[in-house]
């Protein structure tokens, strides 16, 4: 009688690297050959000169890598082999025994050192003006291609794909009944779980849910060059609510270059392998709120994100030179961005003020049959996780407190 076969290993994983790498990363943010400054007085054709001359000076005169590499060696990092592909995440557990497990997915451009801050909160809420019945284990992983993790070389790595990948992963930690969480790529993730029904999952919270009625998102999608006039053609009977999502879905998919760049031509983007200060240009020009704020703190500005913060995520890009790998997760997508998914299971829904758009409730409540929250902040934006930990956290406790 054959015996069963063993799952792999789950490894303990250290992020450790070279001296060499970082002076070799200074010498080319060093040797920047620099194009000449914006011909507009504003941001409208991506990070500015000055924003990016002074970004480059404190990554090669202040900043510290050696930080934030103890902070992600601060918790236990593993990977383990899934679908054939190495898997790097952080697993925290709680010394709550009744805390609910969740894995957390990150999107682009950003990565596990993007959700460190809201590690202890969860894990440890007593210490963190929570209740001890808030408590939560947290799984971390890095996506395919994505920061520590292993990357694809050949087709296949979707969402889906990603989705199933991260239920394997709970399922080998011993979890038999847990939550997910996402925003960005992340939002698309959990719910593709959701709607899988993947075995173990009680429900999802996200903050960029995936409700847009199909007839509508069809429309923004032909619309994106700007040339169908979609906002001359949507359905009758909107609310002023429904219409204003509408306007901002509109301004969204005509300014998601970068998307479309990478869904379709991601190998083109080699200079992201060669030029840190490429790669930084790159992944700060995600949308304009985010990059408004970027822009502020490399101003001067003491804000909800710090030039540390902003640095740690692009050096760890560089360093695992996941530029091009990560970006090709555009071109694996085969799902609507906005789209509802056909989600039976509960969902809470936190919408955060500077979001891509703001779905009214009305929509999320026809997406989700299931939903248990719903909640709109007045601050925030694209990564709350990063940008506004301490809401985050409470949006999630009190989202999921029902699935306990």
């Not at 990357?151 to 011993?174: F, H, N, S, V």
């Amino acid at each position: 009688m054959p015996s069963p076969v063993e799952a792999p290993a789950i490894r303990p994983f250290r992020v450790e690297f070279a001296d060499a790498d970082l002076k070799d990363l200074q010498a080319r943010i060093l040797h920047t050959r620099w194009p000449e400054k914006e011909t507009v007085a504003d941001r409208s054709q991506g990070p500015q000169l000055a924003t990016m001359k002074e970004l480059a000076r404190y990554w090669v005169e202040e900043y510290d890598w050696r930080r934030c590499e103890a902070k992600l060696n601060s918790y236990p990092n593993f990977v383990t082999e899934i679908d054939g592909l190495d898997i790097h995440f952080i697993h925290v557990r709680s010394k709550h025994p009744e805390a609910l497990p969740i894995v957390i997915c990150h999107g682009w451009p950003y990565s596990v050192a993007a959700l460190l801050k809201v590690i202890e909160p969860l894990t440890d809420p007593t210490a963190h003006g929570g209740r001890a019945e808030d408590a939560f284990h947290v799984v971390l992983p890095s996506m395919p291609g994505y920061g520590f993790s292993g990357k694809p070389t050949e087709p296949g790595w979707g969402p889906d794909r990603i989705g199933r990948a991260w239920a394997q992963l709970m399922q080998r930690l011993g979890y038999d009944r847990y939550v997910a969480q996402g925003g960005d790529w992340g939002s698309i993730v959990v719910d593709l779980m959701a709607a899988q029904e993947v075995e173990g999952l009680a429900g999802i919270h996200t903050n960029m849910p995936c409700v847009v009625p199909a007839g509508i998102d069809n429309l923004f999608q032909q619309n994106i060059l700007g040339a169908a006039n979609a906002l001359e053609n949507l359905p009758a009977g909107l609310s002023d609510e429904e219409r204003a999502a509408c306007e901002q879905l509109n301004f969204t998919w005509q300014h998601v270059t970068y998307a479309l760049q990478q869904g379709s031509r991601p190998q083109a983007l080699a200079g992201l392998a060669d030029s840190p200060v490429f790669l930084a240009a790159w992944m700060l020009d995600l949308e304009a709120n985010s990059l408004a704020l970027i822009s502020r703190a490399f101003a001067g500005s003491s804000e909800s994100l710090t030039r540390e913060d902003v640095l740690d995520n692009i050096t760890l890009y560089w360093l695992t030179n996941t530029g091009v790998s990560s970006a090709r997760l555009y071109a694996e997508n085969r799902f609507s961005f906005f789209a509802a998914k056909g989600v039976r299971l509960p969902v809470a829904v936190s919408v955060f003020e500077d979001e891509l758009h703001l779905p009214p409730r009305s929509w999320a409540e026809q997406a989700y049959p299931q939903l248990i929250h719903y909640n709109r902040l007045p601050a925030g934006g694209h990564y709350p996780a990063w940008e506004q930990p301490e809401s985050f956290v409470d949006e999630v406790r009190t989202g999921l407190r029902s699935l306990r």
